[in-house]
């Protein structure tokens, strides 16, 4: 398959990612924009990385370690995600709700 | 020899910081020792110099080191003794030392860490003086200049608690200030012109000005002079300048650095004989100053304050001889006037001793059988100043009168005129002091008393001086080759005399008329001696003064003039500036700038709104513009470069 797929989806992904953090105001649903902005980097990453392994012949390894970096990107996601749901629920458990917009004591 | 020379201002200089750093251990008698006798080590090597310089006729030009050297321009540090200078060094130090001596006795009632402090002062301005008439070069006499001037005002406000006092010693530094800024430029001229400030090599090059190079050079120089040696239309400070003590006005206000400008002038003779106006106008200036101070010195009351308008009128005459090219004359009065004004002021500076201070002479009279040697000697220095022969004055006074006739037979008998009131406000100060009844409190008469010794041989030794000194410059009316004087400073003098010579047309007076003047002159001085004796010997009250007799006793209302024109509109400008451009320009800027960065800092702090959404959105919008710029950068820098 040709590259410009996987970057036009990964972009597409990427855009949904922002827009959805951008527009909405449940914490859940932003957290998962998030990761989607993540996942549509994670893919584009290993899509460059397969190609080069492809077309380069720089050795048996070239290009891997682009996927290399995507497994510890989804480490730290899992990580993060962790401790993004615990704050959540801390949230929700203090505040009864979940809107972002809520959470605007850093004001003044 | 060359130690020798770097003596002179070297003792005084340690006579200073000894007197100056130990004042508070040094006891009085130590201090007076330290002090005085400096100035007579100073006095005694300035002899020996003086035989020196007199026998070989050569002036001793020793240089030590470069004050200033900047790529080819040099400025040493150097002195120069020739005949001009030496004669100089021995009326400053030769009086200097007789009212150091006086001193002692006059301040003996300071406390002994103020006594140190006043002679401190004397002492370095002892030494400013002597660096003035001894340097080699413009610069040196520069330094002098503004230390005579530094000392003027410390003495001047000696008396520190009094605020009158300070207000005078302000007020002579600001109006020697003033000249000092036109003696500035022209040294800044002449070494522009010539690249160099020694004298030889100015005097030399002399040629090299255009005219109206040479008359502004000449012009900015005697603006100093004007400063220094109190000439309208910076006078005023010498008569306030009597707030000093005694002895400061005698060897300061009187003897030695008012006639810096003299000196200075008479230093470079040969730029004011090439220079086309200038000598006119320093022989006006002189002469108006002359006739102008005499009669405000005709209605003055205080004893001081005559004496000092009559120093402000003899240095007028001095500067007449400068004019008019009698420079041999000028010299010669300055040396004659440091005689007896020296003298004058002492005697005054007696009488003032005696009557605890009190300066008034409506309040004094009959001095003359408590105080023999006092009343004498001042006699003898009002005759010397009156001008009667055979006393000093009139020897030195006739060889300005008689240069002045040459020159324009106006400024001879506007001179006479000025000669005639001396010799009347003079013997008027005399006889109101020392004739008649004493006037003064019962108290003061019970305390009248002569002077201690220290006070009376210094008046001796002046009056024998005053007496005598003129025989040093006789005319030659009387004895072709007499005028010892001449003779000794025609070296210096010698390119002047050669430009004239071959420039003026020469109309000398005849001996014949000039025995007639000399004797018509003598005669009317002593009717007016006469007049002043009989008119004030027996004065018992004194009515208030009306019309001319008030302004002049108010001194013309000069003061008052200067404080119209010159010193209010610099007060309202100062105001203006205070109150308008302070309060609107400058606190407006200052707090503008801190009322601004409020305001702004008030507008950008709503952008910090606490919504989470509205960061994340200018993260994002600021991303996209980066990347744009990061994409474009080749055009928008293109872009850029245009505009700039």
């Known amino acids: 398959m040709p590259i410009h ?31 989607l902005m993540l996942n549509a980097v994670n893919l584009l990453l290993v899509a460059f990385s397969k190609m080069h392994h492809g077309s380069l012949l720089q050795g048996a390894n070239s290009g891997i370690d682009g996927q290399i970096f995507v497994f510890f990107i989804m480490v730290v996601a899992a990580a993060e995600v962790s401790v993004g749901l615990a704050i959540i629920v801390m949230m929700y458990r203090n505040v009864h709700s979940v809107d972002i917009n809520f959470l605007n004591r850093l004001k003044n | 020899m060359n130690n020798l020379l770097l003596l002179i201002p070297l003792l005084p200089f340690i006579g ?128 002098g200049w503004e230390g005579v001037g530094l000392c003027s005002y410390l003495l001047i406000g000696y008396w520190f608690k009094n605020n009158n006092y300070n207000y005078a010693a302000k007020k002579a530094f600001v109006m020697n200030r003033i000249g000092d800024l036109g003696f500035l430029l022209a040294i800044f001229w002449i070494i522009a012109k010539l690249g160099t400030a020694t004298y030889s090599d100015v005097f030399a090059q002399v040629g090299s000005f255009t005219p109206t190079e040479l008359t502004a050079i000449t012009l900015l120089l005697f603006v100093g002079a004007m400063g220094k040696s109190a ?89 007449l001889g400068l004019g008019v090219g009698a420079y041999t004359g000028a010299v010669f009065n300055v040396m004659t006037h440091a005689f007896f004004k020296a003298l004058l002021f002492l005697g005054a500076g007696s009488v003032i001793h005696a009557m605890h201070h009190e300066q008034d002479i409506r309040n004094m009279g009959g001095l003359k059988k408590h105080m023999p040697v006092t009343h004498i000697t001042f006699l003898l220095g009002c005759l010397a100043i009156a001008g009667v022969p055979p006393f000093s004055g009139f020897f030195s006074k006739d060889e300005i009168l008689v240069g002045a006739y040459n020159e324009n037979p106006l400024f001879y008998y506007i001179g006479v005129a000025g000669a005639l009131m001396t010799a009347f406000y003079m013997f008027r100060l005399y006889a109101l002091t020392f004739l008649g009844k004493f006037r003064g409190t019962a108290e003061q008469q019970h305390h009248l008393h002569e002077s201690p010794s220290a006070i009376t041989i210094p008046l001796i030794v002046l009056a024998i001086l005053s007496v005598f000194g003129g025989f040093l410059g006789i005319p030659a009316v009387f004895a072709e080759g007499a005028h010892t004087l001449e003779n000794f400073l025609a070296p210096i003098f010698a390119a002047s005399a050669t430009y004239n010579e071959s420039h003026t047309t020469g109309h000398h007076l005849s001996h014949q008329t000039e025995w007639i003047m000399m004797g018509a002159v003598t005669l009317l001085i002593v009717v007016v001696i006469a007049f002043a004796w009989r008119a004030y010997s027996r004065r018992e009250k004194f009515v208030e003064n009306r019309g001319l007799g008030k302004v002049l006793e108010n001194k013309w209302y000069v003061d008052e003039l200067y404080d119209a024109i010159i010193v209010r509109p610099l007060h309202l400008v100062g105001g203006f500036i205070k109150d308008v451009f302070e309060r609107s320009v400058v606190d407006g800027a200052v707090n503008g700038v801190g009322r601004l960065i409020q305001y702004s800092s008030r507008q950008v702090r709503l952008i910090q709104n606490g919504q989470v959404g509205s960061y994340i959105l200018v993260m994002v919008l600021s991303l996209v513009v980066i990347i744009l710029i990061l994409r474009e950068q080749e055009v928008i820098f293109t872009a850029l470069r245009r505009i700039f």
Request: hydrophobic share 55%.
């Open chain 1, 5 to 35: 797929y996987y970057v036009i989806l990964s972009a597409t992904l990427f855009c949904i990612g922002i827009i959805g953090v951008l527009t909405r105001r449940n914490a859940i649903i932003v957290f998962m924009c998030i990761e």
């Open chain 2, 16 to 143: 200073f910081l000894v007197n100056g750093l130990f004042r508070k251990s040094l006891s009085k008698s130590m201090t007076g020792i330290i002090g005085s006798g400096v100035i007579l080590a100073a006095f005694v090597i300035s002899l020996v110099l003086f035989f020196k310089v007199k026998g070989s006729g050569a002036p001793i030009v020793v240089s030590y080191f470069d004050f200033i050297s900047v790529d080819a321009f040099r400025i040493p540090f150097a002195f120069q003794v020739d005949q001009l200078s030496s004669l100089f060094l021995l009326i400053i130090t030769g009086i200097g030392f007789l009212i150091h001596v006086y001193s002692t006795a006059y301040m003996n009632g300071e406390r002994p860490e103020h006594f140190a402090r006043y002679f401190a002062y004397l002492n370095l301005f002892v030494f400013s003086m002597l660096l003035l008439v001894m340097g080699a070069n413009f610069v040196i006499m520069f330094i």
């Open chain 2, 231 to 319: 000439q309208i239309p910076l006078y005023t400070w010498l008569p306030d300048a009597m707030a000093g003590p005694t002895p400061v006005s005698a060897l300061i206000h009187a003897a030695t650095m008012v006639t810096a400008g003299i000196y200075m002038i008479a230093r470079s003779n040969i730029m004011y004989t090439i220079a086309p106006y200038t000598s006119d106008i320093v022989a006006i200036i002189g002469l108006a100053t002359a006739i102008f101070a005499a009669t405000i010195a005709l209605k003055q009351n205080d004893i001081k304050k005559v004496l000092a308008y009559s120093t402000v009128s003899q240095l007028g005459y001095m500067f």
